[in-house]
């Protein structure tokens, strides 16, 4: 079993619509919770991170965490034609210098 | 803030040959990191360094595999023998000080071994 699962996808979505992407992990010490963007064929671009459990907004952009059900989540508002990208979780230990990635989701909106 | 940056972006090579790539991060990021990334996966950690020291080696890190960092700025990673199983995407980030989570990726470089 992987330590950090996340849906392949596709997805596609109408422009507009809420998007959202999950993570499970099964590692209860993972301690900071990071959503990447890639573009295909580019590097991954950090979104936003979350310390814990909670929620956080950037725009269009909440992420959520659930520590108790081991489960992350990013919604996207209003999404648009330019979020049609890969989006990867990643987790991190304490102390630790790695990070954890999941597969990525790919997800394409359709304008 | 020019970002992380790596070169080449591509490169194609026989099996068992040498490959070396660079990358430059962040000027004020201490930290740096390679990672690989293979079709349709995330990445997977490969080595750390903090400023010129290397810190950190994965499992995946083979003894075909060597990094360096002289001097804590830019880092090569090294590629001897390359086989066509190290066909991937090499990732390079940069972090500041103790924010490990925080990592900034460059462009990475894509690697097809023949």
Redesign the interface.
Known sequence: QKE?E?D?GPLSVPEGAIVSLNCTYSNSAF??F?W?RQYS??????LM?TYSSGNKEDGRFTAQVDKSSKYISLFIRDSQPSDSATY?C?M?LPG?????????TRLTVIP | DTG?S?NPRHKITKRGQNVTFRCDPISEHN?L?WYRQTL??????LT?FQNEAQ??K?RLLSDRFSAERPKGSFSTLEIQRTEQGDSAMY?CASSRGAA?????????T?LTVT
């Open positions: 950090v996340q392949p301690q900071y990071m990447y064929r580019k590097g991954p671009e950090l991170y990867l990643a991190s630790a210098n790695n990070l954890f990635f999941g597969t990525g | 992380v790596q930290r990191y349709g996966q995330g990445p997977e950690f750390y810190l950190e994965s990732l490990s989570y925080e990592q900034y990726f460059g462009p990475g894509r």
